[in-house]
């Protein structure tokens, strides 16, 4: 997506941010208001032309990953009502609506500029992730107030990547079969989020519901990102197999380049990961429920601004083997951000990506103990947008 685009997303946010009625012309507030504006009430926090200050450890608003990681409602809303836990301060009493309009879209263009940025490495956190998933595990990532996103994931689990006759023929397994799941995630509030995810009949037809929870974040000045989410799922379409899950996500930005993540997850009554041999309900069994505790540890690195290497690993220290998991999951790959988008594409020992499914393997999916070694990976990739 090229700046010009990312700029015409950002008028058509601040248009509707500014309640025009229906009929009106739709147009964004001309940057060039907003400069004169920013440089009398923003420019001693932040800089001239937005390049940040050090010693407030404000952001350098030219930078593409401060652009990438910030949507036009986000923005608009940190101008109006300030940013918890820091200096800035919210202009909602002091500006009219179209003044902070005029403010937003000056620093949204600012992100046009080529000049070279990082001139202040301590004023974000490292690396955001576009959606909620680095390629199994969850981010945690804090969702808009009343925004909505969609999030396509495919495992292309019953075929290996490397291993085989023809797999360059193959596209190392991405024209095979796959596992597509899908599913929705709302901002109830800031910090307060529920979701539904669904996995296709090849992998129990499960249905998943979530409740998540955001206690602090770390673009509030908080040390961490911490997350608690609730969730249940239940095999053919939530008709049986319910099993319920708690997880934490913690997560800390390590310098300006990388992000580490821990989640640990206790599952009650988790069931084996299996494939059925049929659509029909009476395809997909009644198998016995374990409980059982697995922490995810995951790693990213930020080679581009808006570019990012990224692995992870979820070793389950109970009851792992009833379950058929033999080696602990762990995928890895790359990861692209764009304005509202998010690609990741890599290769995994796990088909899984509910919460129940994600630390399970090839090995108990296939039935075959020696399925989830490395050289037994396979392709997968998610997609993320937000859609408002």
Partial sequence: MTRSILLLSAAAAMASWANQPQGAAVSAPA??????????????????GGKGVPE?????????????????????AVIKNGKKGTLMQGFAKKLPSRAILQVAAYVRSL???????????????????????LFSLPTGRRLER????????HRFAFDTSFSGPARGAALGGLEGFSLSSFGFRYGIT?????????????????????????????????????????????????????????????????GTRAQIYAVPTISFNNRRLFSPGGFRSRDIPDLPGFNTFSVGFAAVV??????????????????GRPLGIHRPAFSFGIQK????????????????????????????????????????????????????
């Fill in 337 to 388: 951000k764009i304005h509202r988008h998010s690609f990741t594409i890599g290769f995994t020992n796990s088909p899984g990506t509910t919460v129940g499914q994600r630390s399970s393997t090839r090995a108990a999916f296939l039935g075959n103990p020696s399925a989830d070694t490395f050289r037994n990976i396979s392709l997968g990739f998610n997609l993320s947008r937000q859609l408002f």
């Fill in 190 to 254: 800031h910090k307060l989020s529920a979701a539904a995810f669904r996995s296709p009949t090849f992998i129990g037809r499960p249905i998943q519901l979530m409740l998540g929870y955001n206690f602090t974040d770390e673009e509030d000045g908080a040390p961490l990102n911490t997350v608690l989410r609730y969730s249940a799922e239940g095999h053919d379409n939530f008709s049986k197999n319910h099993s319920h899950h708690i997880e934490g996500i913690i997560s800390r930005s390590i």
């Fill in 302 to 319: 930020d080679i581009r601004p808006t570019f990012a290497i990224l692995a992870e690993i979820i070793p389950t220290f109970v009851n």
């Fill in 111 to 133: 992100g046009a500029s080529d000049t070279p940025s990082s001139s202040n490495p301590e004023a974000e956190p490292a690396y955001f992730a576009g959606d909620d998933l």
């Fill in 146 to 153: 009343h925004g909505l996103y969609v999030n396509f994931t």
């Fill in 31 to 48: 940057p060039a208001e907003g400069a004169a504006i920013f440089e009398r009430e923003c420019a001693k926090c932040h800089g001239p």
């Fill in 56 to 76: 407030f450890k404000t952001p350098d608003f030219t930078d593409a990953k401060f652009q990438a990681s910030i949507s036009d409602e986000r923005m608009i």
